[in-house]
């Protein structure tokens, strides 16, 4: 089992940056494909971004692609998620998740985070 803590959001301006940072527990972090879903107010939740145990692989939602690049550190037990050229509509509240395999993390994984808001003011 793997509990994960997100943090890093906040309320930023389109076009500004932004880095989630996802903590998690255990000594089998690197056994886990992790990844990072989010959900905006009135909507599904919606797959983002996922990285392979060791990060060889990644993909993305075609809504971020080019703008958000996730990435891990498994010294740290640590994913993030770096976003760039934000725009109003990325605003939601941003889950980590995690699964032993990246396939079901495109529909949402068995480990979620508590989620971190993020708001993007145009």
């Known amino acids: 089992q793997v509990q994960l803590v997100e943090s890093g959001g906040g309320l930023v301006q389109a076009g500004d940056s932004l880095r989630l940072s996802c903590a998690a527990s255990?000594?089998?972090?690197?056994?886990?494909?992790m990844g990072w879903f989010r959900q905006a107010p009135g909507k599904e939740r919606e797959f983002v971004a996922a990285?392979?145990?060791?990060?060889?692989?990644?993909s993305y939602a075609d809504s971020v692609k080019g703008r958000f690049t996730i990435s891990r550190d498994n010294a740290k037990n640590t994913v993030y998620l770096q976003m760039t050229s934000l725009k109003p509509e990325d605003t939601a509240v941003y889950y980590c998740?995690?699964?032993?395999?990246?396939?079901?993390?495109?529909?949402?994984?068995?480990?979620w985070g508590q989620g971190t808001q993020v708001t993007v003011s145009s």
């Open positions: 998740i995690a699964d032993t395999n990246i396939h079901a993390l495109k529909t949402g994984g068995n480990y």
């Open positions: 255990g000594r089998t972090f690197r056994t886990y494909a």
């Open positions: 990285i392979s145990s060791y990060g060889r692989s990644t």
